[in-house]
């Protein structure tokens, strides 16, 4: 099946640095990358759809400039949270629609655990 | 706008009990609905995917339906075990995937 790897898989971090997270499919091209975040016990949230080439697409409230998105390749999409604060700690989860997949596939990372203290 | 919702928003049962958790959602144009499982602090695990034009799937112990026109989805899960233990997530995909905030599952041995 499908693959779809994160890194790092938790990091922590001190607040007003600045953290990459990578979303990489291992076995199929991905034009089309979606980021969601998940507080506890809280649903999770679509945050932007990352397409490879072009700007991403950011959901109402998510701060692009703060949360900067690049899928500079057909197999890796990056999130980079820009100066952290503890109120970013949260669970970020990536998933990948490929290319060549039906219009409702999607596969999900593993989740980076991103900590702020 | 799509809202989801499940309920209850947590649920013990003893081992070896059948239970059913419940979604709902407001939009009934979508594409799919799909049931996951999250252990905490890990990504998704995609259980049961059920198409727009479908009533049920079933794998396993578990199984899904589907009542797309009162916008409703249970998922049944037969013969409980301690392993069952996580939080189970419903998402509905239409223009894009819309989350419940999830059942929070508990099976005592």
């Known amino acids: 099946g499908a693959v779809v790897s994160q890194h790092p898989s938790w990091v922590i971090c001190k607040s007003g640095t600045s953290v990459k997270i990578e979303c990489r499919s291992l076995?199929?091209?991905?034009?089309?990358m979606f980021w969601y975040r998940q507080f506890p016990k809280q649903s999770l949230m679509l945050m932007a759809t990352s397409n490879e080439g072009s700007k991403a697409t950011y959901e109402q409230g998510v701060e692009k400039d703060k949360f900067l998105i690049n899928h500079a390749s057909l197999t890796l999409s990056t999130l980079t949270v820009t100066s952290a604060h503890p109120e970013d700690s949260s669970f970020y989860i990536c998933?990948?629609?490929?290319?060549?997949?039906?219009?409702?596939?999607?596969?999900f990372g593993p989740g980076t655990r991103l900590t702020v203290t | 706008k799509q809202e989801v919702t499940q309920i209850p928003a947590a649920l013990s049962v003893p081992e070896g009990e059948n239970l059913v958790l419940n979604c709902s959602f407001t939009?009934?144009?979508?594409?799919?609905l799909q049931w996951f499982r999250q252990d905490p602090g890990k990504g998704l695990t995609s259980l049961l995917l059920?198409?727009?034009?479908?009533r049920e799937q079933t794998s396993g112990r578990l199984n899904a339906s589907l009542d797309k026109s009162s916008g409703r989805s249970t998922l049944y899960i037969a013969a409980s075990q301690p392993g069952d233990s996580a939080t189970y997530l419903c998402a509905v995909l239409a223009n894009d995937m819309r989350f419940g905030a999830g059942t929070r599952l508990t099976v005592k041995p």
């Open positions: 998933s990948v629609h490929p290319t060549s997949g039906l219009p409702y596939e999607q596969y």
């Open positions: 076995d199929f091209q991905a034009t089309t």
């Open positions: 059920i198409q727009s034009s479908q």
């Open positions: 939009d009934s144009a979508i594409y799919n």
